[in-house]
C-alpha cells in the first residue's frame, strides 16, 4: 500500500504565496509522475501542474509565471510554490502519483486535499 500526504495550504491575502508538499510514503520501487490539480466549489477538478521523474513539467494557463512545481526524488515529495495568488487560486489542492511499489504493483494514488483560501 502506498499513500500521499498533502500539507501546507491555508489562508492567504491576494498577491501573498504559500508551498504546499505532498510526500508519498510504503514500500515505494518508483515514482514517475506526480502533479497538482485543484477544485474549486461548484467546478471540476483540474490540472494545476505536473512533474514527471526526469523534472518535465507542465502548467495550466492559468497559473504560467506564479506556479512552480517540483520535486526531491531522495524524500519521494512534490512541492508546488504558488506566488502572486489571487482569488480564483481558491480551492482544495490535491497531490496525485504515479507509483510502483517493491512487488510491481502500479498505483494511481491521490492525496486527501489540502484547503487553499486566497481572500483579503
Known amino acids: 500500500q502506498v499513500q500521499l500526504v498533502e500539507s501546507g495550504g491555508g489562508l492567504v491575502q491576494p498577491g501573498g504565496s504559500l508551498r504546499l508538499s505532498c510526500a508519498a510514503s510504503?514500500?515505494?520501487?518508483?515514482?514517475?509522475?506526480m502533479g497538482w490539480y485543484r477544485q474549486a466549489p461548484g467546478k471540476q477538478r483540474e490540472l494545476v501542474a505536473t512533474?514527471?521523474?526526469?523534472?518535465?513539467?507542465n502548467y495550466a494557463d492559468s497559473v504560467k509565471g506564479r506556479f512552480t512545481i517540483s520535486r526531491d526524488g531522495a524524500k519521494n515529495t512534490v512541492y508546488l510554490q504558488m506566488n502572486s495568488l489571487k482569488p480564483g487560486d481558491t480551492a482544495v489542492y490535491y497531490c496525485?502519483?504515479?507509483?510502483?511499489?517493491?512487488?510491481?504493483?502500479?498505483?494511481?494514488?491521490w492525496g486527501q486535499g489540502t484547503q487553499v483560501t486566497v481572500s483579503s
Open positions: 496525485n502519483a504515479d507509483i510502483t511499489d517493491v512487488t510491481g504493483t502500479q498505483y494511481h494514488v
Open positions: 510504503g514500500r515505494i520501487f518508483g515514482i514517475y509522475a
Open positions: 512533474i514527471t521523474s526526469l523534472g518535465s513539467t
